[in-house]
Every structure is written in C-alpha cells, then in structure tokens.
C-alpha cells in the first residue's frame, strides 16, 4: 500500500510540476506578444503622425482612439523615450516620469536596435513583466516604446491551479491508499490462510487442505499443494504401517523363542530328546528373524537418497543361469522341474546394477519354487525387443488370487500368511524386486490364475551396453 501511494504521490507531483511550468511558459509568451503588438501599435501610430521629437505625443497617442483602445481591458504602463532615455510621454494619470531619465537594461537595448522584454519581482515581491521596441524613422532610432504590466492575475491563476492540483493529488492519494488497503486484503487473506495450512501440513497434521476457488495462480498453488499433502498422507499411512508390520514380524519369532525357552526353564526334568526338538525350533526362529532383519536393512538401503544403482555391463544369459545354479537344489529338494530358456539369437548384455538384478530375479523364481507343488515346473525365459530385455518367470503353482495381485508387492504383504511362514517367507522379497527394477526405470507386470499358475514379467528398458 504504501509503495503504491508513494509512487502515485511521486508521479502527481511531476505531473504538477509539469503542467504548471508549461501553463507558465505559455501564459508569459502570450502577455509578450501582446505587448510587443501594442507596443508596435503605438509606434507605427507615432511614426505615422509626424516627427516623435518636435511633436506633441501626448495629443498623438491621445487622440487616437485605437491606440487608447489598446490598454483598456488591461492596465499597462506606457512611456515613450527619446533617444537620451528621457521620458516623453507616460500614460500614468500622474504622469509622474515625463522628463525624467529612464533607464531598463530593455530600454537600453532598444536604444541600440533590439527590441526585448524581461520579467522581475518587485518590491512587494508581484511580478512584472515590461517590454520595450526601438521606434523606428528612416532606418534609425528615434525613440523607445516601453511597456510595463503586472503578471499579478497569471501569478493568481497559477497559484490557484498549484492549490487543485494538490488537492487533487491528495484525494487520488487518499483513494488509492483505501482501495490498494482493500486489494492487499484481498490477494494477502488466501496467502495468510496458506501459512496456516502449510504450518498445520509441516507439524504433521497431513489431511489439512487448502479451499480452492478460481482459477488464478493462488487457485493453482492451492491444487500443487493439496497434491503434495495428500502425497504426504499416503507416505506417512505407509510409513506408519511398515513400522507396525515390521514391529509385528519381528515379534512374532521372538515370541516364540522366548515361549519354547520358557518351557525348558520352567521343566527340570524335561525330555533331552524334547530340548533338542525346542532348540531346533529356537534356532528357525533366529534364522527367520536373521533373515527378516537381512530384507529389512536391504530395503533401508534401497529406499536412501544416496541409493544409485551402481551400472556395469551384465551378460544377462550368465546372470539367470548362475540364479538357476544356485536355485536348482531347492527346486531338486521340492521335486519341481526348473528351466531356463532364452528366445534371443544372441546373448544379452546390457547395462544393470548386477547385485540388485540378481537380488530381484532370485527372489521372484525362488518364490515360484516356494508356491509350487510338487511335481510342478519352474520356467524361466529371456527375450528381447526393441528398447527393452524381458524377463519371464513362470510356474504352475498355487497361483494368486485375482484380487491381491496389486497387492503383493506392498512390504510384508503376503496372500496366505500361514502357508507363507512354512515356507520362510517374510512378505519382503517382491517389494525387494519391484524396488530393485523401478531403480533401473523398468516395472513388473503378475499374470496369474488360482490353482493354474503364475507369470512374473520384468520388463527392463534397454540401456546400452
Ligand atoms: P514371501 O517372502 O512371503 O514370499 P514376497 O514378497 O516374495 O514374500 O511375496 C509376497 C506374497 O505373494 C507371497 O507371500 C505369496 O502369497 C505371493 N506370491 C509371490 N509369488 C508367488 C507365486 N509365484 N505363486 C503364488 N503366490 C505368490
């Protein structure tokens, strides 16, 4: 607001300054050409009657009429000079200069053939302004004509345009400080509210939202900004609920311990045979937990900032055989069929963060394995297209139902929580995977039947070799 009227304050005043130095200028040049008229008038009246020397120019400028004429509707001192500077004639009622010597710097410079004017202050601090011509017989100079008036009513109406202007500049000051108050109000109450949103937001209070109306970039902000929080609210929902499946996870063996070693405490004479079986149970647990902490620090890692995935060039064919080495014992153990196939002419090598590959492609067939019955067969397939390495793992297990496919890459999500715990599952190993190929710009896509079998499609884009 203040800014405002400052700088409507400051043009006014230029604006002021201006028009009242141009009213200024065009007021005096139109008084001095009135008088140099006049003046001209009276000369050519002098000149034309007889000689301004010997004459009688007080009857000349007198009887004619025109010339009286002239000063009527505006008083104006009127003297005609000699050569000496004395004054001939001088149209004041009390005639109180004739025969005196005048001297005007504009007189002066009459005598010698210039016609001037100038203006002065007086005394009582009025302008004036006077104005004189050589009079002219023959080529030389035979007198002066020197005109004398007061600038008094242009100084007024001058005065009193400075006076509205500045009334003017006031109320327009006035008008904009109210109306630039109501506009601040206006732009400054949705921002003001913002601030109490974005605090509430920044304390954690994530389901405050900001009500949009319009369409201006307030409105815009409004929108980015709920986006953002309901962002936030979904991150903090999961984050909330990974610590409480982690905090659940890692009980659970713990609990279990600490029941079978309780047993073994509380009964003295218990069965050796008994411990034995209780400790074999005891030390599944630690694996189990070992194992869970082992998924749990991986997936930290991978969700840092500072998680790049380090890229080397990787002959897939190898990769996949090596995670079919190490897999085909289990897969032996469970009495399931595990292939490798690959559709490309040639082997493929590409760029890829090896471990994180290895990590997602094992876990993925290792749970084919897992979910399969026996009998069953475990096939994996590497092709390629035109910008993207396709990884296939296929099995014709349990199968996934329709409705939790979405689901089981969510951290320790698992569709049969029980059958998932006899096989050592941990519910951590697909968000592992999808963790692992979203680092690399790919995604994997589960096609998959209840009873018939599943199909895991990770579809890397190609990124050179
Ligand atoms: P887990 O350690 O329990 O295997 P994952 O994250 O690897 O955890 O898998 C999540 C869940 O998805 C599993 O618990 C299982 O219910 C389901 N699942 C994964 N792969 C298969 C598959 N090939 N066949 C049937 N179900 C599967």
Redesign the pocket.
């Known amino acids: 607001m203040f800014t405002y009227v400052l700088i409507i304050l400051l043009t006014l005043f230029l604006l002021s300054v201006y028009i009242l130095s141009s009213l200024k200028e065009y007021f005096y040049e139109r008084e001095k050409v009135t008088m140099f008229t006049k003046a001209n008038v009276v000369a050519e009246v002098i000149t034309s009657k007889g000689d301004i020397a010997s004459a009688d120019i007080t009857d000349m400028i007198d009887v004619t009429s025109a010339t009286k004429d002239l000063f009527i509707d505006k008083p104006m001192r009127l003297l005609v000079l000699d050569t000496q500077s004395m004054v001939l004639y001088d149209n004041d009622t009390t005639n109180s200069l004739k025969d005196k010597i005048f001297i005007k710097d504009t007189v002066k410079s009459a005598l010698v053939g210039i016609t001037s004017n100038s203006v002065y202050q007086n005394e009582n601090a009025s302008y004036s302004m006077d104005a004189a011509i050589p009079v002219l017989k023959d080529g030389t100079t035979v007198g002066v004509i020197y005109l004398r008036q007061s600038l008094q009513d242009v100084t007024d109406f001058l005065h009193d345009t400075q006076s509205s202007l500045v009334t003017l500049s006031l109320i327009i000051s006035i008008m904009i400080a109210v109306l630039s108050a109501l506009l601040a109000g206006v732009v400054t109450s949705p921002l003001a509210r913002f601030t109490q949103v974005a605090d509430a937001v920044a304390a954690g209070n994530f389901n405050q939202r900001m009500d949009v109306h319009g369409k201006d970039e307030i409105a815009r902000l409004g929108v980015a900004f709920n986006t953002m929080s309901q962002h936030l609210m979904v991150l903090e929902e999961k984050r909330k609920m990974f610590v409480s499946d982690a905090s659940h996870e890692l009980k659970t063996p713990l609990s279990t311990i600490k029941l079978l070693s309780e047993s073994i405490l509380q009964s003295p004479d218990i069965d050796p045979e008994m411990v034995r079986e209780f400790l074999v149970d005891m030390n599944n647990e630690v694996d189990r937990l070992n194992r869970i902490i082992e998924?749990l620090l991986e997936l930290t890692k991978n969700d840092s900032a500072h998680n790049r995935a380090e890229f080397e060039t990787v002959n897939v064919n190898r990769l996949l055989e090596v995670i079919v080495r190490k897999l085909r014992p289990l897969a032996k153990e469970r009495g399931i069929a595990l292939s490798f196939a690959h559709s490309a002419e040639d082997e493929v090598e590409m760029l890829l963060d090896k471990d994180k590959i290895y990590e997602a492609v094992y876990?993925?067939v290792?749970?084919?394995i897992?979910?399969?019955e026996q009998g069953g067969a475990?096939g994996i397939r590497l092709s390629t297209d035109l910008n993207s390495t396709i990884i296939e793992?296929e099995?014709n297990?349990?199968?996934?139902p329709k409705e939790?496919t979405g689901r089981?890459?969510?951290?320790?999500?698992?569709?049969?929580?029980a059958?998932?715990r006899t096989?050592?599952?941990?519910?951590?190993?697909?968000?592992?995977?999808s963790d692992a190929v979203n680092l690399h710009g790919g995604h994997i896509e589960?096609i998959?039947e209840e009873g018939v079998?599943?199909r895991?499609i990770i579809i890397l884009p190609y990124a050179g070799k």
């Open positions: 998924r876990n993925i290792d749970n084919s897992k979910y399969t475990v793992i099995d297990g349990i199968g996934i939790e089981i890459f969510d951290r320790f999500y698992r569709v049969d929580k059958r998932a096989t050592g599952g941990t519910g951590l190993g697909l968000a592992i995977a589960v998959s079998g599943s895991f």
